[in-house]
């Protein structure tokens, strides 16, 4: 059984740029959260991605997006990178939406915004 | 919005030692997990517990839904169980769904 995997591992982006982070779902889930955890806090969550539809949301503006793909692989797209936007981004998968279903985490990936 | 408070915020323990962790949530919800996250940023997934008792070796939880509170006991500790332990709650319905990460507790375990 393959875990949630993500990549890249570490990125540095310059302030204004647009960046791409990448999830792979552990084997046999269909459903893929994104959070974002800042230095010293704790994981806030960004939306999930159920049957390829957003399924919820966080209180993040419009500018963090994403996608979830038929292999239930999913992409999290951040345009005007900020320079609050430098944190931890964590990607989680679940077997079925919501209520009941346990999530798991992948390794996350650093972001750097300069 | 429902606030999830985990307490107490550090705790240093001598290994050997036993702990209780406290999570509080202000609202209802639908489902609750402990974790633990290592110094690489790893989150483990400890206890998936919406309710009642579970043991797994050292690590023990309750959940009391109707009070609006979990624990998590860990009984023997190790220098291996140092690390930050975040609960984390979901609340909502199809199309809504939030999932909110308590403060966490740093734990350090001393040799």
């Known amino acids: 059984e393959t875990g949630v995997t993500q990549s890249p591992t570490h990125l540095i982006k310059t302030r204004g740029q647009q960046v791409t982070l990448r999830c792979s779902s552990q084997s046999g889930h269909n459903t893929v959260s994104w959070y974002q955890q800042a230095l010293g806090q704790g994981p806030q969550f960004i939306f999930q991605y159920y049957r390829e539809e957003e399924n919820g949301r966080g209180n993040f503006p419009p500018r963090f997006s994403g996608l979830q793909f038929p292999n239930y692989s999913s992409e999290l797209n951040v345009n005007a990178l900020e320079l609050d936007d430098s944190a931890l981004y964590l990607c989680?998968?679940?077997w079925g939406e919501g209520v009941g279903y346990e999530q798991y985490f992948g390794p996350g990936t650093r972001l750097t915004v300069t | 919005g429902i606030q999830v408070e985990q307490s107490p915020p550090d705790l240093i323990l001598q290994e050997g030692a036993n702990s209780t962790l406290r999570c509080n949530f202000s609202?209802?919800?639908?489902?609750l997990q402990w974790f633990h996250q290592n110094p690489w940023g790893q989150l483990i997934n400890l206890f998936y517990?919406?309710?009642g008792t579970k043991q797994n070796g050292r690590l023990s939880a309750t959940t009391v839904a109707t009070e609006r509170y979990s624990l998590l006991y860990i009984s023997s500790s190790q220098t291996t169980d140092s690390g930050v332990y975040f609960c984390a709650v979901e609340q909502g319905t199809s199309g809504t769904y939030k999932y909110i990460f308590g403060t966490g507790t740093r734990l350090k375990v001393l040799a």
């Open positions: 609202d209802s919800v639908n489902n």
């Open positions: 989680a998968s679940s």
């Open positions: 517990i919406p309710s």
